[in-house]
């Protein structure tokens, strides 16, 4: 009865955590697929969204929901300042450019998060409505967790049918296949890349502030979880909605597992994993060769 | 004919040792005897010279922008300090045998690696650095774990120079390893392989189009940059005599990029400028207030990309063409030679 519980609970666990990697990288990997840019600096708009939230919440009182919706807008519209600032001088640049321009970044933005935020992680209340314990076939299970599952997948259904079915998402699709042959069409690339970068920024925070509980939201926060984006990006393949969905359950599960099973390990057979599939196929499991 | 003459005159007088090649060498010496107090620090930075020198030839010259390259500093440094723990604590060979297991480490996770470009490649880079990292804090028995490697004594140098206190020894070691490897760097970039680098990082189709094992290449260059940057760490471990768990971090392989873009990559004399420049600056601020300096450290690298992408060497040129728009060629001669 002891293993079922814990393949329950890794399975349960990984999946909610696997749902907050791929809320936090979907925005990476559109906006990579697009622009070409390696923004590893992506994390910093989770976190940043991570203090939006929960600072109005525990400061001022808002409601869970309202520091959600705040938190997106703000990283949204702040990341525009950013593309127009910083970003949009390196479409064309090489990858140490991008590169470069992102670590810096990353170290301005921890250096802020610690001066003005201090180095303890965020405090986390769970509003009532999504905290306590649900019960399935004589298991209980997080409330918290579960509504992280359903938010993930809707957010998942939500985004491939936003790109398969509508106008703005076949424009999208155009661009990034074929960027002069979209402007040609009369698409306006240069502001569909600033929304989709806004949009993405903006998911990015999203995730950082549902997943606040999971990861917790500290200075080291855009460091210290850059890996795990890039994993769910690259193992997924660039340029498509399942891809980075796959890799986020995978990576949160084989996560989930090793930190329950053999902790003494750290993260190595993660890595190993992950050095094994790009082996074998080096553009990632659903990427174009 | 005229042009393949002209060619080897061109290529003679590029490998010419210019008189300002020498400069390092002068400051070496002359800090010997001038600064005896500050050379611990030095020795650092002999190091940290060293280790970008090796991401140089990779990143500078093929373009292969990794952020993986303290998996082989620290590679080199374990297997240095492990050996010196371990009864084989002769320096030499000691530091040859870490540059051989830090360029098969290289060997075999390149191939890996290079199969593979952008954010994958950067991805995979830092995920080889973690999992070593996280073998090293589980085999805490032989490399003491988070609280490092510690216990390493090293016998004289060539079974006669001690090492000392005031790290005398160390340094002119640090500064003869930093030499020979620098003789091997030049050498090599300025062969016809190191050519065919930049070739490969300015247009590796064309290089592929006319014949070149891109490849290939890149694995050969990929595997000495991984042994350098094993040598570089197993003299740090030495040195230092201790190992930490930083020198597999994240963190580090950000450090040597950023030292070797501040001095401007590419230019085989880069990693001598940002190298000082960065330990001496982090000596200073980083102690009073670590939050600012990577503040500070975070708008520099954002400066550099904004405006002057080839660090301070790259400043240097710019400087240089407006001397010689402004005076004429002689005024503009110094700043030629760098």
């Given at each position: 009865m002891d293993i079922v519980n814990l393949g329950v609970g890794i399975l349960f666990d990984g999946v909610a955590y696997g749902?907050?990697?791929?809320?936090?990288?979907?925005?990476?990997?559109?906006?990579?697929?697009?622009?070409?840019?390696?923004?590893?600096?992506?994390?910093?708009?989770?976190?940043?969204?991570?203090?939006?939230?929960?600072?109005l919440m525990n400061n001022a009182g808002a409601p869970f929901w309202v520091a959600l919706v705040a938190s997106f807008v703000a990283v949204a519209l702040f990341s525009i300042v950013l593309e127009r600032l910083l970003y949009r001088h390196l479409y064309d640049a090489g990858e140490l450019e991008q590169t470069l321009l992102s670590i810096g970044l990353i170290f301005v933005a921890t250096a802020v998060a610690h001066f003005v935020f201090g180095p303890l992680p965020q405090r986390v209340d769970i509003p009532h409505a999504i905290s306590g314990q649900l019960t399935f076939f004589g298991e209980t299970f997080p409330t918290y967790r579960a509504f992280l599952?359903?938010?993930?997948?809707?957010?998942?259904?939500?985004?491939?049918?936003?790109?398969?079915?509508?106008?703005?998402?076949?424009?999208?699709?155009?661009?990034?296949?074929?960027?002069?042959?979209?402007?040609?069409?009369?698409?306006?690339?240069?502001?569909?890349f600033m929304l989709v970068f806004a949009f993405g920024s903006g998911l990015a925070a999203l995730g950082g502030s549902l997943g606040a509980d999971?990861?917790?939201?500290a200075p080291g926060y855009a460091m210290e979880q850059l890996v795990y984006f890039l994993i769910v990006v690259a193992v997924g393949g660039l340029g498509t909605i399942r891809g980075p969905f796959v890799a986020a359950l995978l990576l949160g599960l084989g996560d989930t597992a090793c930190k329950m099973l053999v902790p003494q390990f750290g993260a190595f057979f993660v890595y190993a994993a992950v050095l094994v599939v790009l082996l074998l196929k080096p553009a990632?499991?659903?990427?174009?060769a | 004919m005229q042009g393949r003459a002209h060619t080897l005159a061109v290529m003679r007088a590029t490998r010419r040792l210019r008189v300002i090649e020498l400069l390092p060498w002068l400051i070496l010496i002359g800090t010997y005897f001038l600064l005896?107090?500050?050379?611990?620090?030095?020795?650092q930075i002999i190091v940290m010279i060293l280790f970008a020198l090796s991401l140089d030839l990779l990143l500078g010259y093929t373009g292969v922008v990794t952020l993986g390259h303290a998996a082989y500093y620290g590679v080199g440094a374990y297997t240095a300090g492990i050996l010196a723990v371990s009864h084989w604590s002769e320096p030499i060979s000691g530091l040859l045998a870490a540059t051989v297991m830090a360029g098969i480490v290289g060997l075999v996770t390149g191939y890996i690696i290079?199969?593979?470009?952008?954010?994958?490649?950067?991805?995979?880079?830092?995920?080889?650095?973690?999992?070593?990292?996280?073998l090293a804090n589980h085999f805490n028995s032989i490399t003491g774990g988070a609280d490092g490697l510690q216990g390493i004594m090293m016998p004289p140098l060539l079974g006669r120079f001690e090492f000392d206190l005031y790290g005398k020894v160390g340094y002119v070691y640090a500064a003869v390893v930093l030499f020979l490897a620098w003789l091997v760097c030049r050498r090599l970039l300025l062969a016809p392989f190191g050519r065919s680098l930049v070739g490969i990082r300015e247009n590796p189709l064309r290089m592929a189009a006319i014949g070149?094992?891109?490849?290939?290449?890149?694995?050969?260059?990929?595997?000495?940059?991984?042994?350098?940057?094993?040598?570089?760490?197993?003299?740090?471990?030495?040195?230092?005599q201790f190992v930490s768990l930083n020198s597999l971090s994240f963190e580090l392989s950000g450090t040597v990029l950023v030292v070797l873009v501040l001095g401007g990559a590419g230019r085989l004399y880069g990693a001598f400028i940002g190298a000082p420049i960065y330990m001496i600056a982090q000596d200073t601020l980083a102690k009073s207030s670590p939050?600012?300096?990577?503040?500070?450290?975070?708008?520099?690298?954002?400066?550099?990309?904004?405006?002057?992408?080839?660090?301070?060497?790259?400043l240097v040129d710019l400087l240089q063409r407006q001397l010689k728009e402004r005076f004429g060629r002689n005024a503009a001669k110094i700043g030629e030679a760098l």
């Open positions: 749902m907050v990697l791929y809320v936090i990288a979907v925005g990476l990997s559109v906006t990579m697929g697009l622009l070409g840019i390696a923004n590893l600096a992506h994390g910093v708009f989770a976190m940043a969204g991570g203090y939006v939230a929960l600072s599952i359903v938010v993930g997948f809707v957010l998942f259904v939500g985004l491939w049918l936003g790109l398969d079915r509508t106008m703005i998402g076949a424009r999208i699709r155009a661009a990034v296949d074929n960027r002069s042959m979209a402007q040609c069409l009369g698409i306006d690339t240069n502001l569909l999971i990861i917790a939201i990632g499991l659903f990427g174009k | 005896p107090s500050y050379l611990p620090l030095a020795t290079l199969r593979t470009k952008g954010l994958t490649l950067l991805m995979l880079g830092m995920a080889v650095t973690l999992l070593l990292e996280a070149v094992p891109v490849s290939r290449r890149k694995l050969i260059i990929f595997t000495v940059a991984a042994a350098l940057a094993g040598l570089a760490g197993a003299l740090s471990a030495q040195t230092n939050t600012f300096w990577l503040f500070w450290l975070g708008l520099i690298l954002i400066g550099i990309v904004m405006f002057s992408r080839g660090g301070v060497l790259g």
